[in-house]
C-alpha cells in the first residue's frame, strides 16, 4: 500500500497541470485522492513503515493545501462575477452537465459550486424528522443543471423547490437563469443559511420561507421541484395540495429520486418522455 501511495503522490505532485484553473474535473479528483493518503489508518506498527507513511501524509498534505489554493482563488474570482451581476457568465465554462451516466454521489461539480456557494453549516440543533420526512441531502449539481437546461426556465418561471435544505436549487435556478426561485424549507437553520448566502452573492431573485411545504403557499409557483422531500402520506398530502391547484391553473412538476414513480402514478400529470428515478423527469399538470 506504502508503494501504491507514493506513486500517487509523486505523480500528483509532478502534474502542473493540476495547478491550470480549468483542469477542475482533474484537481477534485487528485485532492480527493491525496485525502485517502492523509486519512489513510496505520495497518502496520513497525516504527519505519509508520514514519514512511507520515512523511507520505504530510507531502500529501502540503499538495492539498497548494491545490485548495487554486479552488479558492477559481471560486472566490466566480463569486466575484456573480456578487457583480454576471448570472450564468460567471459559471459558464465549469458548469457541464453532459454526464449523468452515474446519477448519485458527488462529484467535481459540487466542490466547485459547494465552495461558490459558500454555505455555512448551521451552529443550532436540527430539528428531529417528523415521519414520512426525509433527511438533508443536497441535488447533484449535475442534475441541478439537466433540469435548467430541460426546463428552458423563462423570466416569468418562478421555480419552488419543495423541501429546499440549503438552497443549492433555488440559488443556482437564479444565478444561472432569469427566472425566480424560492425555497421552502421547515428547517429555519438551513433557511438562515440559505438568505445569508444569497445575499452574500446579491443574489436578489431566490427567496426561502421557513415553512413546512404542507402549510405554505404555493399558489404562485410555474416549476415544482421535488428531490423526493418526503414519502408516504406526506406526499399525498401535498399531491393533492397540488392536484386542487392545478384544478385552476396548470404548472410543471420536476422529480429526482424515489418519489418519482408516485408521482408518475398520478393521473392528473403527464411525463415528459419516460419516468426515471435517476434522472430529473418533467411533469406538466392537465385539468
Ligand atoms: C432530500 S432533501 C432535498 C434538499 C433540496 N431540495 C435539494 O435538492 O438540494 C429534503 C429536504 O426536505 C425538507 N423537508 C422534509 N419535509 C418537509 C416539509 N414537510 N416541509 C418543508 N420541508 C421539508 C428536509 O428538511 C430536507 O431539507
Do not use: N
Amino acid at each position: 500500500m506504502l508503494e501504491t501511495f507514493h506513486i500517487l503522490v509523486r505523480e500528483i505532485e509532478q502534474d502542473r497541470s493540476l495547478e491550470r484553473p480549468e483542469q477542475l474535473r482533474e484537481r477534485v479528483r487528485a485532492m480527493d485522492r491525496l485525502e485517502d493518503v492523509v486519512w489513510h489508518e496505520a495497518t502496520e506498527t513497525s516504527a519505519t513503515y509508520r514514519a514512511a507513511l507520515d512523511k507520505l501524509r504530510r507531502r500529501a498534505q502540503s499538495r492539498h493545501a497548494a491545490l485548495a489554493e487554486v479552488q479558492q482563488r477559481l471560486c472566490g474570482a466566480v463569486r466575484c462575477a456573480i456578487v457583480q451581476g454576471a448570472g450564468a457568465h460567471a459559471l459558464r465554462g465549469w458548469l457541464h452537465h453532459d454526464d449523468l451516466s452515474e446519477p448519485w454521489g458527488y462529484d467535481h461539480l459540487d466542490a466547485l459550486i459547494g465552495d461558490v456557494l459558500s454555505l455555512d453549516e448551521p451552529a443550532e440543533a436540527i430539528a428531529a424528522l417528523e415521519r414520512d420526512m426525509v433527511f438533508y441531502q443536497p441535488t447533484p449539481v449535475r442534475h441541478v443543471l439537466d433540469l435548467i437546461h430541460r426546463a428552458r426556465l423563462r423570466r416569468d418561471d418562478i421555480v419552488v423547490d419543495l423541501g429546499s435544505g440549503m438552497g443549492h436549487v433555488p440559488l443556482l435556478v437564479s444565478i444561472c437563469t432569469d427566472a425566480q426561485a424560492c425555497g421552502i424549507e421547515r428547517e429555519s437553520a438551513y433557511v438562515d443559511s440559505a438568505r445569508r448566502a444569497a445575499e452574500a452573492l446579491h443574489v436578489e431573485r431566490a427567496t426561502f420561507l421557513a415553512q413546512d411545504v404542507r402549510e405554505a403557499d404555493i399558489s404562485r409557483g410555474t416549476v415544482f421541484y421535488l428531490y423526493t422531500p418526503f414519502t408516504g402520506d406526506m406526499l399525498r398530502q401535498v399531491l393533492d395540495r397540488l392536484h386542487d391547484e392545478a384544478r385552476r391553473r396548470s404548472f410543471r412538476i420536476a422529480t429526482l429520486g424515489p418519489c418519482t414513480p408516485a408521482v408518475a402514478s398520478e393521473p392528473w400529470l403527464r411525463a415528459a418522455g419516460e419516468p426515471s428515478a435517476d434522472r430529473v423527469t418533467l411533469f406538466r399538470s392537465v385539468s
